[in-house]
């Protein structure tokens, strides 16, 4: 369990950084909403704040008065079973509550929570925890809030620059290897008494088959080989599904990358670059992930394999998409109430990704970490590390 | 033709017009596309400045510099002729250029028009009618402002006030009664120097039947009778497409009217009101405007028989629907060029409205003016006038 | 109104021309529905059976016994006022009640119908009435039972052939003119006592301007010419709609024109066939035949212009696209009950066409009549005459 | 391998029984596809034929004469790596070839199929082998084949009988009872020499949990307390996306139960009975499968517990939904050429369902068979066996 003074520490770095990430924006950059896969920042800011508002404040805070009655609602999300919701897509249809607005709730309530800390001498374990997963909540709204603004911009004809100097491709600079690892059992699934979500814990043995995993991510040139072989027009690489995929979207190479008169170029967070062919491969689906696996006649690690031999390879710059279905572990249990909903209503038609990325908070990852995508999804910074 | 000087207090009125009605909203309002026939404000104030800059000022001033040769080519429209189009409904996903840029084009525009004024002795008989043009427009643009603002804030859950003023609803104090008109060969289409569409020329004969029509719009209260004797649910009233159009979009009352608690209210510009029974219907499309006249066992006019008989009755508050399809008249024939694009490419599945609307610029509209729409589009302040 | 023999004679050629129709199809060609617009040619026989006993057996033969109780409502159709409807698009989807099945429906209403003659000795006005209406029904589905096979075989990947010998094409062996007529007033509408429908009645003055009208059809070979100087590509010659739709479509020649190795063929009733260029050019849309009108320079007449001048050529063999929209005439007045719903219901988006086709049943077509399609649709053997 | 004797006898009965159990129906039966997941019953006549036509006589039988060389092409199905295929939704409009055409397309075939056992006096490992591969893809076919028909007579607004007898709900007369397995390491996959598909070889170790597994299948009559206790409506059982789906699509009650005048009846094979409530649940998805499990505060269980402890319990009247996604088992390998496309493409957004059903053909179904569907598909035999 956090204590209370790492969380103040930890509520008020979160609280700023998300600000932090909005300050290069235009107010017009906070409305839109291009796909439904996308929200505009002005709800980002707004659901991680009605999120404290709705699970801390009005439950924790006697005679909290909520900022605005009738406003708030807009910010729910996914949590049907906390009153109404807005519907999804029309999100990007909503000017008002304004971003001015927005920003008046989010001192608002931050000062609420802040008040909070200020008044109570000692936490609850279940203020403590639900605090935690509002911070780690936010967090994650964190790197939607950089991927979405990166389709926002990037899918503007302008193509704007967000920051000049935001580092989306370090360099891999060491040789590429193969680290084996023994057939057993191993344990599975978070540890210790640090933050974790539901669908992660569960410790749990599994049985695993020899294998060798790669120390290195998959490069820009070695996908580029891959486009150059052909490999998006050999139906034999490609899921059923897939194939009707990138023959109905005109799927051609990955997201964000531009052949302009025969140059590859890629859209990044500081503007349009030429394509660096050292840089990790990245915006690509699971799709293309494992066409590209089938191609090398390799594939992708499993998720247990992935945090298995974790320790033996650096990670961090990509999600990495794994061969594994985004299933429950076993004895997985959802919390109770609202917050039940979390995790578990998604295990269905997902695969699992490990790893972070450019674009996640820090410590906002682990070894045990299960993020998850549809597998035809490219705005996340997803890239690809081989077993076999 | 137009005089120079006429010709500059129109430009400057109208420059200034468009401002006027864009200064209530919130720089988030100028952004959003709720669907796909609204555009956001910011877009009607580019394209009306582009198009002075495409149309004028690349033509007739010499060595003008381009505002920004990169963006403007995002304000174009439906001119397929000239340059790229942003796809009509990717309008409300740009973020960029941002409003504060779209306002220093049009000072920078609006500027380069007046320095053309200044700087030319004379005008050259061209250069005075597509400036002319360029000015109803922009006046035509004026109109789908206030009627896309009011559908954007209509249809945001808040329901926001455009104007706390704003005078939607003008009662008419006088006794119905029936306008009759001979049998007899008439002309229709404009006559005359004033301004005028390609349209609405081609002054033609027309031989038309002994009809009576009515002085007076149709009432929200005589409306409600109709929803209330079940108009919405008799088959037999509706065309064949307005039946499938009422039941899959579950259609039962006009735009804007929300039922409260078994009350009848009206989102206006002016926030959300008592429905006033007094007040002209308005915000119907086409198919209901007929499903009531045959509920009526009445009919609509015809345009030929609206323009006849136009100046027995006071019209402007709403734009009429008429029996008329949206045909070409005899003889019409297009501008060349890109102007030319400008009616004739719309005139096929469009039921033609006649009169003008509370929304309409003042001076912008006539007895020959024919104004057009689908036969389902509501957002417009349009209503009903029977005949028989 | 008809005598009570020529309504026998009517009555017994029509039911038994129809099933000349069908003679050469296979049970399977009967089933199925590829397209909404198209239905299965069971379902025709079905529903112009279910006329005759829902409209004339039910009220008129005292007694009646209905075939079969339950599955005869699978045979309504836009009547929505009578009974429940089966879906349009899920006529193709129903293998049951089976065509054996269906023509025993058919011989026993055709039965029931013909005991009616025998057994009463004069028939009441009404239903010398209705049962003409429902021989003219049959007739209009008699030529969609063509339409709609062509459309089902020429559909099939092995392009089957219908009838060996079907005269499609006949060519026009005379020299084009232009035919001049007087601007005036001129009559409009059916006249006289010989069957009409309540479209074209109404008889009314209307004022023509002087027009020149070609004495020929436009041939494949025009519009050949047509599609070689990129009429397809001109966005100036279409309407916005019409552009919209051929490039979604992908729609680069009339249907049923299959470039095989770079030579033109057509697919007829007689099977895939070189493309006649002398033949006249058929099944085009109202969007085509618009576009090659302009292309041409010259438009398409009026339907009232078609009326007024159609003694001075021939025509038949293609229904001709006019520029008139499908508008209710002056006066128009929907019959009473179900049979009201009949025409009127259609009057909105379609345009008229005027002439005949080659799958028009024989008498049935007449200087008046008005045919009427949705301008994109192509399946029909439709034409283009010009106008200036 | 299997043996040339045993695959000839396995050969005649398996082509016998697919005629078997299309003996009852009318042509049109075999022609229509009322939703894209169920083909018509031609074609899988027809693909079943091509099948041993263009893997096994093409290569086998020296001189063989293709029975049609234009028309088959017509049957290849997701093979895309053979040919070109028949857009999947368009099989339903497809009257021709005709079912006559098909039957002697069989019967050649068939025959040609005899011949090469005549001819040969031994057969290849590789002959063996695609022709046994052939038996069990037709036997699969049988399957869809009764499941298609099922759809195409139960969406049928008559609810025609496919035959009188068809037992669809053997009762489970034994008592319910919770079999324990310990935890530790089993094995898992195909074993023995026994025929198997790609996907279920792999034979590897994996670590189970204890779990409990139900003796017996979900009965209709437990699953209707869930739907009177509200089960579609409690938001919190379901995942996120089949909340979406039951709401979009109106999912209120499992497949083929009607309600009629508030009692519950079933359509079965045999036609439109009262819902049993002892009979095993049937016809319903993962997704329902999925929140019936979280009512009952249960689960369901994996494959591999599945697999495991299948011989505690009798299984084989429905395919029971698993927990598991369809993955691939470690060192799946894909076949070579045309038939390597045959599982692996469909592994992703599927679930596994085990065991086998009423209308699985027999000894066509085996412990270690991994059965697939997407997780909202209903139209086959699908049940529920709880967990915990």
Not at 259 to 283: C, F, R
Not at 304 to 328: L, N
Request: charged share 25%.
């Amino acid at each position: 369990m956090i204590s209370k003074e790492k969380l103040f520490q930890l509520f008020t770095e979160t609280r700023a950084q998300t600000e932090i990430i909005c300050a290069p924006l235009e107010i017009e950059d906070y409305v839109v909403q291009p796909v439904v896969d996308v929200s505009p920042p002005k709800w980002h800011l707004g659901h991680t704040t009605w999120f404290f508002e709705e699970f801390v404040l009005k439950k924790f805070q006697e005679n909290y008065t909520l900022f605005d009655e009738n406003s708030a609602f807009v910010f729910n999300s996914y949590y049907e079973s906390v009153g109404e919701k807005v519907v999804r897509t029309d999100r990007g249809n909503l000017s008002r509550p304004t971003v001015a607005w927005i920003y008046e709730y989010r001192s608002y309530v931050t000062k609420a929570i802040l008040d909070l800390f200020d008044d109570s001498p000692s936490f609850s374990e279940e203020l403590l925890n639900v605090l935690e997963i509002g911070c780690h909540h936010e967090k994650q709204h964190q790197e939607l809030l950089l991927t979405d603004i990166k389709y926002i911009l990037g899918n503007n004809p302008l193509l704007p620059i967000y920051q000049k100097n935001f580092e989306e491709n370090p360099i891999q600079v060491f040789p590429q290897k193969w680290e084996a690892v023994a057939e057993g059992i191993y344990e599975i699934g978070h540890k210790g008494d640090s933050f974790f979500y539901d669908n992660e814990i569960g410790r749990h043995k599994v049985y695993l088959n020899p294998f060798e995993i790669s120390n290195k991510l998959i490069t820009n040139g070695e996908y580029l080989e891959f486009i150059q072989n052909g490999g998006y027009k050999d139906v034999l690489l490609w899921h059923a599904e897939a194939w009707d995929w990138i023959n109905s979207e005109n799927i051609t190479a990955p997201f964000y990358w531009h052949n302009v008169a025969g140059n590859w170029k890629q859209y990044t967070l500081s503007g349009l670059q030429d394509l660096n062919l050292e840089a990790p491969l990245s915006h690509i689906s699971y799709f293309e992930a494992f066409a590209f696996a089938q191609w090398k006649g390799m594939r992708l690690p499993t998720e247990f394999e992935w945090e298995v031999s974790q320790d033996k390879f650096k990670w961090g710059s990509r999600w990495e998409w794994t061969e594994s279905s985004y299933d429950a572990y076993p004895n997985y249990k959802k919390a109770e109430g609202a917050l039940g909903e979390y995790n578990g209503k998604f295990m269905v038609n997902q695969k699992v990704l490990r790893g972070g990325s450019v674009a996640t908070s820090a410590n906002h990852t682990r070894a045990t970490y299960r993020n998850f995508f549809q597998p035809h999804l490219r705005w996340q910074f997803t890239g690809v590390r081989l077993a076999k």
